[in-house]
Nanobody, 122 residues
Framework: QVQLVESGGGLVQAGGSLRLSCVAS????????MGWFRQAPGKEREFVAA???????YYGDSVKGRFTISRDNAKNTVYLQMNSLKPEDTAVYYC????????????????WGQGTQVTVSS
């Protein structure tokens, strides 16, 4: 079992930045692909970014060039640096871990955190 805990969410003005963290316990993250998803009220949970255990990164079209995913296996932590935030980035952000599968597809992920709220004001 892997337990994931997100932190770093909050309220920020448009154009600002936040860094989300996801700390894992139970097992080392080095064998897992890690992803970030988000869900706004009334919308489907959507893919934001992912990083393979080898360090290859993937991004959703709406965040390319603004968000950066990274991982520190020694700290069992994954990060999401979010810059140039927009009101449409407002959502609950979830961290997830996958043993294998398509990084873009939420069905690939075996473990999920509880989420952290990000609110971007205009």
């Amino acid at each position: 079992q892997v337990q994931l805990v997100e932190s770093g969410g909050g309220l920020v003005q448009a154009g600002g930045s936040l860094r989300l963290s996801c700390v894992a316990s139970g097992r080392t993250l080095s064998s897992y692909a890690m992803g970030w998803f988000r869900q706004a009220p009334g919308k489907e949970r959507e893919f934001v970014a992912a990083i393979s255990y080898g360090g290859t990164t993937y991004y959703g079209d709406s965040v390319k060039g603004r968000f950066t995913i990274s991982r520190d296996n020694a700290k069992n932590t994954v990060y999401l640096q979010m810059n140039s935030l927009k009101p449409e980035d407002t959502a609950v952000y979830y961290c997830a871990a996958a043993i294998s599968g398509n990084a873009y597809w939420r069905g690939s992920y075996n473990y999920w955190g509880q989420g952290t709220q990000v609110t971007v004001s205009s």
